[in-house]
């Protein structure tokens, strides 16, 4: 192992957020954290004394190209919505945190069509300001379908456009992808390169390490339910397995089925 300082062996923790709100619908709500319990996580990460980085931090190390610093922790926000821009890029700004904001265009653009249930949601206009904030941007597609059912004419479409509508809107290249609900194949990770992405993140709900799959990056996904305790065991390298690990028998046979039921189907919502 050669990772400048990733504690415990190597591991790094990559959280996965995704609305953070009082009242949410009930579609999201599993998955949203109340702003009292994000602001106790970010003060857990502080008083870690771990180091916050954005994506391209963890991308430049494993690509070999610079060192991480010590004892790396990421954050990383899903969807984009509404109080991405808001409360919690301010709880975010407080603390001096960097983050990692994947958006799903298809849901934030003017006309935009996505496969998320209705929500509360930013908008493009505001996606300049989320990196003045301190926010690198990624996306997390057009319509957050289920990337690994698709046909390739229409995963690549789903990598292309999402990218082209972050780019327009800021000015610059995207480098980083999220892959909706985490769902991918070796198929979407090979797209994902030829369509320019230098990472791709997964979910796996387990931590990251120096040693992690540059389009498979494991994240933690944080639901209602953990607390600050579950927090802190993350932050010390407990609780959870350590990427990189091969797909299981049960993940690979409900990868068949979706394919199957998308056949039938179509597109369906990855969630």
């Not at 916050?52 to 790396?72: C, N, Y």
Request: glycine share 10%.
């Amino acid at each position: 192992m050669s990772g400048a300082g990733a504690p415990g062996g190597g591991h790094i923790p990559v959280f996965l957020y995704h609305a953070v709100m009082e009242d949410p619908p009930a579609w999201i709500a599993e998955f949203t954290v109340t702003p009292k319990e994000f602001a106790a996580h970010l003060d857990a990460i502080v008083d870690s004394g771990m180091t916050p980085v954005t994506i391209s931090a963890l991308a430049g190390h494993l690509a070999g190209r610079a060192p991480l610093p010590p004892r790396p922790v990421l954050l990383t926000f899903d969807d984009g919505f509404a109080d991405l821009p808001g409360p919690t890029a301010e709880a975010l700004a407080e603390r001096g945190l960097p983050a990692t904001a994947y958006l799903t265009t298809g849901a934030i653009a003017p006309g935009g069509r996505s496969l998320l249930p209705p929500a509360p949601m930013m908008t493009l206009d505001a996606v300049a300001g989320l990196e003045r904030a301190g926010m690198e941007i990624g996306s997390h597609t057009v319509t957050h379908a289920q990337l690994d059912t698709l046909s390739g004419a229409d995963l690549a479409r789903e990598l292309r456009e999402s990218k082209e509508v972050l780019e327009d809107a800021l000015g610059h290249p995207v480098r980083h992808l999220a892959y909706p609900h985490g769902y991918n194949s070796a198929k979407v990770r090979a797209s994902s390169a030829r369509a320019g992405y230098e990472t791709a993140t997964a979910v796996r709900h387990a931590l990251s390490s120096d040693r992690d799959e540059r389009y498979r990056i494991a994240r933690l996904i944080v639901r209602r339910a953990h607390t600050v305790t579950d927090v802190e065991a993350w932050l010390a390298g407990g609780g959870v397995r350590v990427a990189p690990y091969r797909d299981g028998p049960k993940t690979v046979a409900w990868r068949w089925y979706r394919r199957g039921r998308a056949v039938l189907r179509g597109p369906e919502f990855a969630g």
